[in-house]
Antibody
Framework: EVQLVESGGGLVQPGRSMKLSCAAS????????MAWVRQAPTKGLEWVAT????????YYRDSVKGRFTISRDNAKSTLYLQMNSLRSEDTATYYC??????WGQGVMVTVSS | DIVMTQAPLSVSVTPGESASISCRSS???????????VYWYLQKPGKSPQLLIY???NLASGVPDRFSGSGSETDFTLKISRVEAEDVGIYYC?????????FGAGTKLELK
């Protein structure tokens, strides 16, 4: 069974950093591209970043480019999202997803002073 | 960015009846490989999104065949036959043709 389990969220002050993790199991992690999708409270879905199966290629939405870094450790079957210079508008539930076919349970990130 | 426009924003359905949700893209989602990269998701209350339909008309694993997807290059429809209580939630269309991948605003389905 495919499982994606996010961790690392919480409350953080504007301008600070936070790193999210997504532990994958139930499939060969190194064979699949992965992504982070977020959802602000009461809002819709927003694609944040994508990484290829081997980490050689990444893509970011404009609003997080230069501040967020997506990465992966295929030996640990884990996806990461390093978020720097956080803003209030980054407040959202962050989902890890495998090609949008499988989704984690989500982790809440609240950016507030 | 490709804009995905859904209609209606909400729909109220009597159990056992059918429902249709429309989605329009600002650009053709038909790739040169013949695949149309539109997807449909359901987010049940308090849950993560789940994939219903991939590549316009393919039913995702474990999804009841009451759900079906159809469309053209820019206009798409999700149809739910014989709506059940478990179908309540917000439905999103999304395009995975080109970055940034984008979603519609969502259609809330509730029961009468």
């Amino acid at each position: 069974e495919v499982q994606l389990v996010e961790s690392g969220g919480g409350l953080v002050q504007p301008g600070r950093s936070m790193k999210l993790s997504c532990a994958a199991s139930g499939f060969t992690f190194s064979n699949y591209g992965m992504a982070w999708v977020r959802q602000a409270p009461t809002k819709g879905l927003e694609w944040v970043a994508t990484i290829s199966y081997d980490g050689s290629s990444t893509y970011y939405r404009d609003s997080v480019k230069g501040r967020f870094t997506i990465s992966r450790d295929n030996a640990k079957s884990t996806l990461y999202l390093q978020m720097n210079s956080l803003r209030s508008e980054d407040t959202a539930t962050y989902y890890c997803t495998r090609g949008s076919s499988y989704w984690g349970q989500g982790v809440m990130v609240t950016v507030s002073s | 960015d490709i804009v995905m426009t859904q209609a209606p924003l909400s729909v109220s359905v009597t159990p056992g009846e059918s429902a249709s949700i429309s989605c329009r893209s600002s650009k053709s989602l038909l790739h040169s490989n013949g695949i149309t990269y539109v997807y449909w998701y359901l987010q049940k209350p308090g849950k993560s999104p789940q994939l219903l339909i991939y590549r316009m008309s393919n039913l995702a694993s474990g999804v009841p065949d009451r759900f079906s997807g159809s469309g053209s290059e820019t206009d798409f429809t999700l149809k739910i036959s014989r709506v059940e209580a478990e179908d309540v939630g917000i439905y999103y269309c999304g395009q995975l043709l080109e970055n940034p991948y984008t979603f519609g605003a969502g259609t809330k389905l509730e029961l009468k």
